[in-house]
């Protein structure tokens, strides 16, 4: 008997077995892809773990549906790597299997309803309804559930379809789809009777009082004069500024032919640049340090300041790495950064670079899985967003995490909740690869880890080619709405330096933590503030749409014109955000023009494209944005960045706050002065002697650290310290409630550790579900594995209790 061990794309801890013929146990690999029965009548992609004969004890392993691949398009590193994942992360490797594959590649059943063959029908017994499917399975071979319900014009139409099949008039059958279809371009060549003089001549004769249509011929040989390449019928249409049913009246005419040509959907065909790349003497030093580094220890970090030329060492490393054949992986924490990186790398490898991330539709992706699968030459330099870590790599060699005290790089939901940074280090470890962390702003973990030897480090303190650090002035807020020296949310200072920046033809870039136009709308009579109807947490106010959106689950009102509370009309805004500070802009520098950066903005697939390349152009003469702005960026003509109010980020809830507010803070102020003039930054707040501000301002990272680290050890937080964050979410308050005191206190006699809970977060309701939380504080010294047994086993239990299964339970693991 032979067996194959599958894991299902569900969110199902265990894997399943399934029976298989002999032929099938020789020809079936680990990796490759089969299509499952699972339940009553669903099927499955499932992936191959493991052929063995074994026959499972608990249930009869049913036989499988169809094999779908000829050859594994995952690789048994990987599969190590997702199964390390799921047991680190505490998540089912359902979970991983499903976030790590393009949903592409996890086809999904369609029932397909088509009538037997050979069975006479006496249709004068047709109900009304059975007659209508009949009758349109006489027109098509078979129909989807979908077509049948919008032929019936009723949502229930089993019971129609059942008495056909009780009839023996049916079939159903369960057809897997595979939607990756490859890209066709569509070109355009002139019938051969038209190639020589005499056909040319002909040609002008036939098509002399069709005007539109000779201007379209005569575009085509103009494209092909000045560009010897095929001619596409996108680009003819194009250039002759006409329409694409006129080229299909010539092609009916038989004096153009039509051909199909497959291309890559993603290809960044950069001419490779023949310029050496010189590093400057610290970089250069910087070098050779990370390489001394990496012969003593996997892992190195690399603390440069703002624009020392952290990308530069980077090159010089990915070109070492791919002289001996190895791929390369680059992690980015945001989307936004790829757009300029892959500009910069593609100048000096060509079209070695392949870009991964969520913006990319399906088949984009599927193409980038499929070049990193066969090493193609296309791919040897992966960048990408966190869910590059799960591509099928085959020889890595060297991973870079830029950025690396990011917290985008934790995944939040769904499950796994894995941190990219952590995840890429084991999975170095399985390529015996080296990793590359780099920061201006390491995060309190890494640069404790540096500090105590357990990863490399390699500091720069110096700008690329000397440029000054950027002078930091602050602006006492309290003080200049007191003095009335206040323009909107503007200080004099602010609006004085915009305008010599402006003048002397130089970028700003103002920094606003939250989008929207303002996060509150307040009664002045009552005080009412509009909630969210399913979420615990005020609207905020959008002036474009003129709307009220939740930002958490997006519901969203017209913005009302009366108190809903008092019917007063009396409303007013309180707060602001990137979109009120543009609105401001407007009327303060009516000549410049203003763009705005952030999640409303760059919605669209080249989203960040376009911003990006408008202001790096200076099409764009003052940048407002999110934490989009706030790293990595290059823009060599920003003189000025200002930061609207530093405090809404220092008094937030959460121990990294402090952190987190340096973090940012100086990665906004290093987009300033990134050439020769020495840059500005202004930072408006209402604590200019906040520690934390202080340390900003004399770029103190070491004083930071400290500090932070002191406090840390105190409170029992990272980096001495491991939390795992327990969270329960349930509809009814009150049975919520009572399951997570009830697990609460299972954990605290069980767990000789800090537990703290049960609590209710600051927002304690989203998208009508209830929520609680459980922090677990893991010390140094306890094994880490086994309190995650035992936290595991208490959850079991949990689920086990009957009035308690309905409540959601989700574990996140070094909780950021």
């Not at 036989?63 to 590193?77: F, G, R, S, W, Y």
């Not at 490797?93 to 590649?105: F, H, N």
């Not at 559930?145 to 008039?169: A, G, M, T």
């Not at 669209?604 to 003469?621: L, V």
Request: proline content about 3%; hydrophobic content about 40%.
């Amino acid at each position: 008997m032979h067996f194959v061990e599958v894991i299902l794309p569900l969110s199902l801890a265990k894997t399943f077995t399934y029976s298989i013929s002999e032929t099938e146990y020789y020809y079936i690999k680990k990796g490759m892809r089969l299509a499952v029965p699972f339940g009553k009548s669903k099927i499955y992609t499932a992936l191959v773990i493991e052929v063995h004969q074994n026959k499972p004890t608990l249930y009869e392993a049913r036989e499988i549906h169809q094999i779908l691949d000829e050859t594994p398009i995952v690789t048994e590193i990987q599969i190590a790597h997702w199964q390390w994942i799921a047991s680190y992360y505490m998540c089912a490797i359902g979970d991983v299997y499903r976030g790590a594959m393009p949903s592409t590649l996890l086809l999904e059943n369609e029932t397909l309803i088509s009538q037997k063959a050979d069975v006479f029908v006496d249709e004068s017994l047709l109900s009304d309804d059975e007659y209508l499917i009949y009758q349109a399975l006489q027109l098509q071979t078979s129909l989807k559930v979908q077509e049948i319900i919008s032929i019936l014009n009723k949502k229930n139409i089993f019971p129609v379809i059942q008495k056909l099949i009780d009839k023996n008039i049916l079939v159903l059958q369960e057809e897997m789809q595979e939607s990756y279809k490859p890209k066709l371009v569509r070109y355009v060549r002139l019938y051969s009777k038209y190639q020589s003089d005499q056909g040319l001549g002909e040609l002008l004769e036939t098509l002399k009082s069709a005007n539109k249509q000779k201007e379209i011929v005569l575009s085509y040989f103009q494209l092909r004069a000045t560009d010897k390449k095929p001619v596409t019928v996108k680009k003819l249409v194009e250039a002759a500024n006409s329409s694409s049913a006129i080229v299909r009246a010539l092609i009916d005419k038989e004096i153009f032919e039509e051909y199909f040509v497959q291309h890559d959907r993603v290809d960044f065909s950069g001419k490779k640049g023949e310029k050496q790349l010189l590093l400057s003497e610290a970089q250069q030093l910087a070098f050779m340090e990370i390489k001394n580094s990496f012969a003593q220890k996997e892992v190195c970090l690399l603390h440069g300041v703002t624009s020392s030329g952290k990308t530069e060492i980077y090159i010089k490393l990915i070109e070492e790495y791919l002289a001996t054949g190895k791929q390369v992986l680059y992690l980015l924490p945001e989307i936004a950064l790829t757009t300029q990186l892959v500009g910069r790398l593609s100048a000096y490898f060509g079209n070695k670079v392949a870009v991964f991330h969520s913006k990319y539709n399906n088949n984009e992706r599927i193409e980038v899985w499929n070049q990193v699968l066969k090493n193609s030459e296309k791919a040897q330099i992966v960048i990408g967003a966190r869910s590059a870590l799960f591509l099928p790599f085959s020889n890595l060699g060297l991973l870079i995490v830029d950025e690396e005290h990011e917290q985008t790089f934790k995944q939040v939901d769904p499950a796994p909740r894995y941190h990219a940074r952590d995840a890429a280090i084991v999975l170095a470890n399985f390529y015996k690869a080296k990793v590359l962390l780099g920061s201006a702003t390491p995060s309190i973990e890494t640069f404790f880890n540096a500090k105590s030897e357990k990863y490399g480090l390699v500091e720069i303190t110096k700008r690329y080619g000397n440029v000054m650090m950027p002078e930091i002035e602050l602006v006492d807020l309290k003080d200049k709405y007191f003095r009335k020296k206040m323009t909107g949310h503007f200080s004099d200072v602010l609006i004085e330096e915009i305008g010599s920046a402006l003048s002397l033809g130089e970028q700003v870039i103002l920094f606003q933590n939250r989008r929207g136009y303002s996060p509150l709308l307040e009664c002045m009579t009552c005080g009412h503030v509009p909630q969210c109807q399913q979420c615990d947490v005020s609207l905020t106010y959008h002036k474009h749409k003129n709307q009220l959106r939740c930002h958490y689950c997006g519901y969203s009102i017209a913005k009302p014109t009366h108190c809903h509370s008092c019917s007063s009309v009396d409303l007013t805004t309180k707060g602001f955000g990137t979109e009120q500070i543009q609105q401001e802009l407007v009327t303060l520098f009516p000549a410049h023009k203003i763009g705005r950066m952030d999640q409303d903005t760059t919605r669209g697939k080249f989203g960040f494209e376009k911003i990006i390349d408008s202001f790096k152009n200076k099409e764009i003469d003052i940048l407002v944005g999110t934490q989009m702005l706030a790293k990595g960026l290059d823009f060599d003509n920003v003189s000025l960045v200002g930061i609207m109010n530093a405090d809404n980020m220092l008094f937030h809830p959460d121990f990294r706050a402090f952190e987190r507010s340096f973090q940012m803070m100086t990665q906004v102020s290093g987009r300033s002065g990134r050439s020769e003039k020495r840059g500005k930054v202004i930072i408006q707040t209402y604590n200019p002697n906040h520690n934390t501000i202080q340390q900003v301002t004399n770029n103190d990272y070491l004083g930071m650290y400290k500090e932070q680290l002191y406090d840390r050890q105190i409170y029992k937080y990272p980096p001495y310290f491991r939390i795992i964050k327990v969270t329960l979410k349930h509809r009814d308050f009150e049975k919520l409630k009572e399951g997570a005191t009830w697990l609460y206190q299972v954990m605290s006699q069980n767990l000789n550790i800090p537990v703290l809970g049960p609590e209710e977060p600051g927002i304690n309701r989203i998208r009508n579900e209830y929520i609680r939380t459980i922090l677990i504080k893991i010390p140094q010294s306890s094994s880490v594995a086994g309190t995650k047994k035992t936290i595991q086993k208490m959850l079991n239990s949990f689920d086990a209790v009957a009035q308690y299964r309905a409540i959601k339970v989700s574990v996140n693991v070094d909780f950021y």
